[in-house]
């Protein structure tokens, strides 16, 4: 399960439920806004969804995982169509120019093309398995890779590829086990769900140590613990929210905001 947060809207899509909810804020129930037909290849169904990206007219753009393709859902939609097909796409983004970022988990790169073209461009190749991104006001890309346990950026104007957050495997402040979700304030502060130390970190810009926010306290199912994040985003009031994959909930946090 992942998250996407607009206005004050949560999106969740349930990996194992091939489907796309929606929670209005304070709501008790949630609304199937894509798929939820069982999994499939049809354009109705999706099979194992990893990310989701929503434009500001609520358009949806969906990593059907399992199916190698991204689909687009329009708001209201009963189905959505392919815009992107044979690859095994996990991670997708959006930045300010309608240009959509897709993460290739299969060979190893990010792929870039605007909506509504074909023409399509590798932006960065030879990671280690990315998994999520992150699209930053200067449409500089911050990538989560697994295997190598860290978080690069990819600068838009220079193209320069730095580590903005971890680097080698552990539970050090400086350290990250597996990252998954990565978001990017407007400060350039970092945060990151470090899923296997069931935690989620925050880096300073420019800092090499990061600090724990929100667990780090080994996973468990009280209301500071984690098991297994996946996904963070904040809302409108600097809220975080956080997936906690292995409880099967999603967890709203109020922290410090003087570095947000």
């Not at 997708?92 to 074909?118: C, F, M, P, Q, W």
């Not at 409108?236 to 946090?253: M, P």
């Amino acid at each position: 399960m992942s998250q996407a947060t607009t206005s004050m809207k949560l999106f969740y899509h349930v990996y194992y439920n091939h489907r796309i909810v929606k929670w209005n804020r304070g709501a008790s129930s949630g609304q199937v806004v894509a798929g939820g037909n069982g999994e499939g290849d049809r354009s109705d169904p999706l099979k194992y969804r990893v990310d989701v990206a929503i434009d500001k007219d609520g358009t949806m753009y969906i990593s059907d995982y399992g199916n190698k393709r991204v689909q687009r859902w329009f708001r209201g939609g009963q189905s959505g169509r392919t815009i992107i097909e044979n690859i095994p796409v996990l991670g997708v983004a959006l930045d300010d120019e309608r240009s959509l970022y897709v993460s290739d988990y299969g060979n190893h790169s990010v792929r870039k093309r605007r909506i509504g073209e074909t023409i399509e461009q590798v932006i960065i190749s030879g990671l280690g398995y990315s998994y999520y991104m992150f699209v930053d006001r200067n449409r500089s890309v911050y990538i989560s890779e697994m295997a190598t346990d860290r978080v690069i950026k990819l600068d838009d104007e220079s193209t320069e590829i730095s580590i903005v957050a971890g680097g080698t495997q552990g539970d050090e402040l400086n350290q990250l086990s597996e990252p998954l979700s990565v978001f990017v304030d407007r400060l350039d502060t970092v945060y990151v769900s470090d899923r296997d130390n069931d935690r989620i970190m925050r880096w300073l810009r420019g800092a090499k140590p990061g600090s724990i926010i929100v667990g780090g306290h080994g996973h468990g199912s009280q209301s500071g613990q984690l098991n297994h994040p996946t996904d963070i985003s904040f809302d409108l009031d600097r809220n975080l929210y956080v997936v906690d994959y292995g409880n099967h909930r999603v967890q709203k946090f109020v922290i410090d905001k003087s570095s947000c």
